[in-house]
């Protein structure tokens, strides 16, 4: 059974860092594309990031580019999300999700979410 | 950066009913566009993949079509279950979602 588990949410002020993590299991980790997608409470999902199987290519939604990083460790069956000068818009329930191994189809599994909140 | 325009925003509809929502995007996608489902306090669930292709599972009352730059989604018989948020995202150029569209018990 595929699972994602997230953690490292949590409130920080602005100008601050926080680093995501998703453990997954039950499936080949490192064959499959990994992706961060966000939610703001009440409001609609965004794309934040997403990695190739083996980490060589990274890419972001304009609104974290130069702010966030994406990055994964593939013995350990895990995904990173570094977050720096976070801000009050960054507040949301952060999802990883496994990307289809059909081309750009999508995330076809997703966790639950941690939450991040950026306030003083 | 692709926009995806998704409308209506909101739909009351009974069980039973036949119900569409269209997503518009702001240039040529070819036919990468992609369904999601999601319930209050839950994670999406992807419907549909490649503009009309369901996921293993998905009920046969959904269906996708579309290409280019206009895409639908169709729920032909609306089961209890199946009231939620739609979103579509493209995937052409990375990833971008629509605004959703709140599918309501009439």
């Known amino acids: 059974e595929v699972q994602l588990v997230e953690s490292g949410g949590g409130l920080v002020q602005p100008g601050g860092s926080l680093r995501l993590s998703c453990a997954a299991s039950?499936?080949?980790?490192?064959?499959?594309?990994m992706s961060w997608v966000r939610q703001a409470p009440g409001k609609g999902l965004e794309w934040v990031a997403n990695i190739k199987h083996d980490g060589s290519g990274k890419y972001y939604v304009g609104s974290v580019k130069g702010r966030f990083t994406i990055s994964r460790d593939n013995a350990n069956n895990s995904l990173y999300l570094q977050m720096n000068s976070l801000r009050a818009e960054d507040t949301a329930l952060y999802y990883c999700?496994?990307?289809?191994?059909?081309?750009?189809?999508?995330?076809?599994?997703w966790g639950q979410g941690t939450l991040v909140t950026v306030s003083s | 950066d692709i926009q995806m325009t998704q409308s209506p925003p909101s739909l009351s509809a009974s069980v039973g009913d036949r119900v569409s929502i269209t997503c518009r995007a702001s240039?040529?996608?070819?036919?990468?566009v992609n369904w999601y489902q999601q319930k209050p306090g839950k994670a999406p669930d992807l419907l549909i993949y490649g503009a009309s292709t369901l996921k293993s599972g998905v009920p046969s009352r959904f269906s996708g079509s579309g290409s280019g730059t206009d895409f639908t989604l169709i729920i032909s018989s609306l089961q209890p279950e199946d009231f939620a948020t739609y979103y579509c995202q493209q995937g052409y150029s990375t990833y971008t979602f629509g605004q959703g569209t709140k599918l309501e018990i009439k």
């Open positions: 240039q040529n996608v070819d036919n990468y």
């Open positions: 999700a496994r990307d289809s191994d059909v081309s750009s189809g999508g995330s076809d599994y």
């Open positions: 039950g499936f080949t980790f490192s064959t499959y594309w």
